[in-house]
Each structure stands twice: as structure tokens, then as C-alpha cells.
């Protein structure tokens, strides 16, 4: 007999189907027994006599099958329920669960929720997380690939560190050492140079940073973007925002489901995010908040400052910082001036979503300006030489999902937003 | 003045437009140059007095724009012509090239293209295969998504081995080891127990490895897909079939173009794609082929004759092997009596491009197979607790995107399928 999933069985009525899942609850009476099932398409309330129920060892989350007729009856859930003939159980729980997932609320703590993810995922509140955070992912891919941009792989494994900092995890690779990947910078540029012209990434990258705080993981998906053929930095700015407006658009079409579980309201972005220097927005922390001794950069109150600021004053959620210091981006950042970049951070409420940027694109530029970093420009040889073989104009940027969707659902920690996470701690699950 | 891309030029003719790439090719006559220019759309060819061509240094692959007018002109590449005005060399090219881009084919060795990557990939038969990489890609998430599986990002960081091979690559991680993720099984299993019950994931994973053949990367794509509430294996190669129909009938359509350069002709999966027990594939090879001493397994030669077989005989490109021995798969492999178990290989022209079949869901059965396969229950205790917990029947594969790629397009070898491959000895570019 094939098994009918929950949200079909109103097709079914007065039919005898088979429904497999998780036993939600049990519930016992004088003579009757109500089990409600959950498949990944909801709950469904089960009805049988206690002559069935009572053979049968049944416990909270053992995965069953049940046969049974679907009658009319109003319930909680459904306007019907199953009247059940049979149940096969065909992965019985052992021992005592860590957690109920029958609450409406999990009332757990972040470490028990990570130690116990499948459980925790089996809840709605949790696993509609995912649900907006799949959406964010389809919208980044469906916008990018509309704009005839090409999805890519590139290399994790990687000889010479992207960001130039010692923040890197090495890896014994046969005789030698490798690195990971702190971001795919290096290979979307070149891929841009090999006539792509605009191409993306969605993959992990790594960071060994040694400090845990709710919005660093060690391990976390980049969502890449690189454009060749630009004037400045400001169209990759301009190229955010129209992505930006479709993902969260798409997330109001077809995420009602979840940020209602979640009880959560997407912001709108109306007309342009408001673009400022960061240079004048350290005065105005200062002259608004007192805020004094930036060294060219904000601290995470400063990011908090900043929003509060185009919240209450520009109306936006967003906000674009330019012109970062060239002594804090890294060497393929294109100088304005002696001390300036044409680069961009995105804030979202107070959090650094996004950085961005122009490229560099000349090679003698780009080696004078490794040398202006303090590096030495023969590490870095496999990346510079493609810079004599034809390199377009180019920008782009990379938007962390966790922390997209962390800061969307007004999540309290990174972690929540990362099905199995890395920290500085957890390896495990 | 806003760029024209080179295949939207039909629309603008006899009026001024800007276009932008890499010079393609450069011809001087006496008192004209032609000037072959490509973009990511295509090529065109654009006519310069030689007073406008001498002023500049223009060199094949250096990066320009140029402005003119649209001229109706039969010439190979299109019914129309450039009149060029003026050219602005965005970024010359320095020194010598070491790959000539501008020929009908390549003619350069593997090693070659792949430490030229970004000038090798301006070569249209290389950047072809990664269109139709991109299709197989998109058709295996769009046809798992209408079958509503759940797409995942999973921890390449992991702190146990899901293989129980010793070919995996260590990470320092803080004070502790970790490892580089062999397969994402482990956690497409749990996200199955999560509730999620059909997952999939497209995402590196790492194989430390020691040989270096034409086949193997030591990072390469797997398309995972694993899938809860099964009867048994067959559920999943039913599902794969059907899957790999979709995508090669998405190749055909939206394929075309490179279909076209690269010569190839896409195989038909007429019916269903044969399926014959290891045991008797075996016993196929000895009787008809004379090979012997193959121990419960195919090496690259027995893999080939039964292609040969499988062609000839069942006039199939494709051929599945089933009930593979217990010692030869992993623990989490559903036995099938004391010797075999549910799982199995695909061939395509003679290499193995997916791996899969039915997991075990019982704790304890689960428990007494790690043991039976000499390991420690004790070292997976994270990934054996969520059987505990309420897991369904369920069962999976991995298909090897490069490898797919490859057997696909006839390609010799693997690397020519990777963007920017790993190896043995290839750690850059």
C-alpha cells in the first residue's frame, strides 16, 4: 500500500490509506487512544480503539506507519482525522529523549538545542529557520542566474590565503600544508577574467578566528557574487539592492507559512538603502552618541549606533558604509586616493551582513599594492599572474546567509541560523 | 554610455553603441585592421582605419571597449559589422601568453590548461563543458525540488569519519584534530531523522587519496540526495533513473550550444536502465571475458568490460550493480543476509558515478554492524544517538559531478571537468 503524506489526505476521504511518520503524542482515554502523526507536511490526528493501541509499545517520536479510514471530524488540526485499523512500528525511541518536541515552545537553551539538532529541528519554530533560509538561498540563486550570471565551484583547498590575515585553518595535504578557504575571492575574480564576466558561489568558507560571539561561526556558507565590466564599486552596490528587494519579496510570497510560526515581519526596503561614508558616519557617532576612538573602523556598538540612526533618521533597516580606510580592507581592494577604497560594508540592523568592493584590476597596481599591505607578491603568483592576461574592470561581494538569516528572524545567535554548526568549541554533532 | 552586450547588437543597428571584451584576434590590412572582439555572449567583428588602430597598442586577450556604429556586413561570425570610432584599452596584456586562445582547438597538454586556467577557459571547447555542468547541476536540484526534497548545507568539518577509511585529510581545529568531510552521509541521514525526510546537498567533499589517476580528484562535487519512508533500495535507483532522465533531457534542450562545440551526442536511457546483481556481473566476466579473481568487486577493467556488455548485449550506456558484499560497504549499509546488502553501484561507460542504497535505521542493528566491521561504536556516538530518537527507513546515493561531467562529454579525464582541480601534486592555481 503507498503511503499518502498528511496534507494530501483530504483527497482521501472516507478512503483507507497509509500515512507514515513521527508519533506527535499519545493521548489516552476510557476506550480510545488519539495519536497524532507528523510527516513533513504536518499533523494529522489518528484515533484507535485501546484494543489496537494497547498491543503496541508507542512513545512520543517512534516512527510509525498506520493504516486506517479518513473520516470526517473536526479536530485542533484537521476537519478530519483517521479512524486507525493498524499500526506497524517500524523504529521504536529508546530510552528518554533529551527534549519534548511536543511543546509549543522549546524553552531549551542554545547548547542542548545544537547537542540534540535532530530533535530540535523536529520542531516547527526550528525548522522553519530553514525554511526562510532555503527561500534566501533559491532567491540569491534565481535573481544572479536572471542576471546571466554563472554559478561556480571553486577549490576550498587552497596554497595562499585570500584575506592575507594568519586566521586560517591548515590542512596536512600529503606532504605539504594547505590552507581553507576564507573566502572564494581569488577564484571569482580569476573566473570573471576567464570570460564569465559575472559569475557567483554558495559554499562554505572557513575563518580560524579564535573568539566565540554570537555572530562568528569558524564555518559558514558565503553567497559570492562577482561582476566584470563595472565603472565603480557603487553597481555592485546597485546589483545588492535589487537582489536584496527580490529575496525579501520572495520570502513574503512563499514564506508566509514559516514567519508567521516564527512570528516574524520581513522589512521593506523602499526607494534606495541610504549610502553614507564611513568616514561621516564615525562623526556622527561622535557628534550624535559620543562615541570617540574609531581607528577608521565601527566595533559592534558603533554597527548598533549606526542603525539606530538610519532607522530613526533615514527610515531604513539598511545601511551602506563607503570608503573604508585601505589600511582595513585587503590588498585586492581597489585605493581611492592615498587612505580611501571604493568598498562597502552592508549593515542590517546593526549587523554586518555584507563587504564589498571594487577590485583592483591593473597588474602593476595590484603588486604595488601587496607590497602597500605589507605582503610579499611571490605568495600570491598564481593569483597576480592572470592580471597580465586580460582582467576586466571588476567588483562584487559576499552576503554571509547565517547571519542574513539570523538577523531576519531576529535570532539571538548565529548558530540557530546553521543546521550543524562550527564554533570555536563544537565539532560535533 | 551604457555597454551592449554583443548578442543584443541585432537590435541597435546602423546606431552608435559601446561594446566591451577581449580582443578576440587582430588582422591589418593596408589601410584597415579587423578587430575580432568577444564577450561572454559571443564574438563579433568590428573595422578600424588604420589612423584609429595605429594610435593604439592593441594585443589579442588585452581588455577594451570600443565605441561605433552597427553596419549591416556579411562576415563568418554575423550578418552585421562594427564601424569603430574609437577604442579605450581597459587593461593590456603583459608580456607573452603562454596559450594561444584564438585557435580551433587547444592543442595544449592537461597540465598546461590547467596552470593557464583563466586563459584556457576562454577557449570555447573549455568553457562549454562548464555550461553543460551548470545544467546537470541545476537540473538535479530543480527535479529534487519538485520532488520536494529539502536542500542542505552540511559541516565539511567533522570531528569522525563517515567512511571508516583512513584517506582523509586532518585539520588542525583550535587544540584539537578535526577532519575535512569525506562524504556528507552522516548529516543527510540526520536531516532525514530531522523531519526533513527527502534532503540534498551539492557541496565539496575530500579524499586524502595517494593516487593520482585520471578518474580521481582529491576535492571533488557530490550531489547527495538521501530520502526517508523507503521499502528498500530499489526506491532509490528508481528515483535516480528518473532523476538522470530529467537532467539528460534538460541537457538536450538548454544544451545544444555546447552540445554543438564540443561534438558530443547525449545517450538515451531507453525504459529502465538494467539492473544485475554484482555477484552475476562477476560471474559475466569470467564466463565471457575470461576475468577472474575478482575479489566481491570491479576493478577499471571489469568495469569497462561490463559496459562493453551492457552496450553490446542490453544496448544500455548505463548499467546498475546491486547487492554489493558487506565487506566491501560502509557500516551504515543495510545488510542483506550474512553476505550482501542493499546497495548499489552505477556505471556509466564504464565508471562508477554513483554510489548508494538502503541505510541501516536500528540502533542496535546499526551498533552491531560498526562492530562487525571492526570499528568502535564509541567514536560515533553523535551520529549513532539520533537512532535512538526515532529514525524512518531510508536510503540515499552520491553522484560525482565531475565524473558525470566527464563520462558525459567523453572527456579523458576528471580534472578537465573541474574548475580549478585538486590533486596529488596540484594545489594551485
Redesign the interface.
Known sequence: MK?VLVNNLIDHMNEKVKI?G?IYRIRKLKSITFIVL???TGLVQCVAENSIAEKMDLKT???VSIKGIVKEGKNKLNNFEIEIESIEV??????E?PIEVNNKDLNINLDTMLNN???S??HEKI?SV?GIQ?IL??GFREFLTKE?F???????????GAEGGTEV??????E?E?Y?AQSPQ??KQ??V??????VFEI??V?R?E?HNTNRHL??Y?SMDFEMG?IEDEREVMDMEERLLKYILSKVKEEGNKYLDILEVKIPEIRGEIPRMKLKDALDILEKEYGKENLDGDLDPEGEKLIYRYAKERLNSDFIFLTHYPRKKRPMYTMPCGELETYSFDLLFRGVEITTGGQRI???NELIKNIEYKGLNPENYS??TC????????HGGLAIG?ERLTAQLLGLENVREAS????D?TR???
Chains 1, 2 share one sequence.
Do not use: C
Open positions: 503511503r507514515s513521527w507528523r510527516d513533513r517520536e517512534s516512527v517500524i523504529n521504536s525511541t529508546i530510552g529523549l539538532r535532530v530533535l529541528l523536529r525548522s530553514f532555503n538561498v533559491q546571466e554563472t554559478e561556480i565551484f571553486t577549490p576550498k583547498l587552497v596554497s595562499e585553518f591548515k590542512v596536512r595535504y600529503f605539504r594547505a581553507l581569488f577564484y580569476m573566473m577574467g576567464a570570460g564569465f564576466e559575472r559554499a562554505h572557513y580560524a579564535q569558524n564555518e556558507i565590466f584590476h591593473n597588474y598564481s593569483y592572470v592580471f597580465k592576461q586580460g582582467m576586466p574592470t546567509l543546521l550543524i554548526p562550527r570555536r565539532l560535533t554533532p
